[in-house]
């Protein structure tokens, strides 16, 4: 397939190009130029920019959204909420009809779930919490929804809890590099795993989605189950490789998954 990722230079980015670039053809986008050893199609394109975005679309078989600014709240909803819009609008004015959507675990399950329940399932009715952050993204999600209602696009959404190994990218917090041995919640995904849910969105026959519009957990399966992530692998097929116990352990990555981010 040829595949359009947005905002696809950032900590996810490289993982997700490293699960697909054997298997499609890519153009990367984002408003920063990918580090240095991407040696594939990069387009400098904004995800608040429609026209743009449009226009980078023409000839795509899916798009892909990793695009996420967290600091500024203007700015957030530009590009989380604006910026589902627009690769929705794209999505319908090419009749691309695969859309993978991108966030964290609270744009569907906030903390009026989080913080009291267990067996959380993504099918639940979205509940994204206070926090503005969760609103950029949890609407931007909406948007994708009712663009799927209209116009018979596929939209599938993959959420996340946090992304590690045993290191955690140090971006956005003012850390230009990898913080090593960090502990991680229980719900941590290793980097390799989620690049390669990615590629089983992409790949998923669209008939084995029981609707137009599905969402996944993409974390490793707990032993107390607090998000069940039952159907990612019962539809996508995907398995994590690195599980909750290799993780606490901080079993190390083997070869090529080791490469931090190498893409
Ligand atoms: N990293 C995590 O632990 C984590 C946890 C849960 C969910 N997620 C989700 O995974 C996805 C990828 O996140 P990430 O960790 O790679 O984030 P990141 O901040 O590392 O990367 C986001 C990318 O978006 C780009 N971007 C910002 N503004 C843009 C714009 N206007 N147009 C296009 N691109 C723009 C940035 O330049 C950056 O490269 C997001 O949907 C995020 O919500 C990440």
Redesign the pocket.
Known sequence: MKVLI????????PWVVKALKHRHEIIL????PPDDGFDGEFRQ?????LDGVVATAEGCDAII??????EDRR?AF???TR?NYNMMEAARVHGIQRVI?????F?LVGETYENWDFDLKPDMPPQFGTRLYAHS?GLGQEICRVFSEQFGIYVITM??????HTWN?G??RGIPEAVHHEDMTPFTTAWTD?GTAIQAALEVPLERLPSRCETFFTFPETPHHKFNSEKTRRILGWEPRYTLETLWNKEPMTPPDHLHGAW
């Not at 959507?101 to 675990?105: K, L, M």
């Open positions: 947005l905002g696809g230079c950032g900590m996810l980015g986008t984002d408003i920063n394109v904004s995800a608040d920019d959204n990793l695009s996420v600014l967290r700015l530009d590009v989380s910026g959507n991108t966030g964290p675990h744009q993204k959420l996340y809890y946090n992304m590690r990218w971006l956005g989620c």
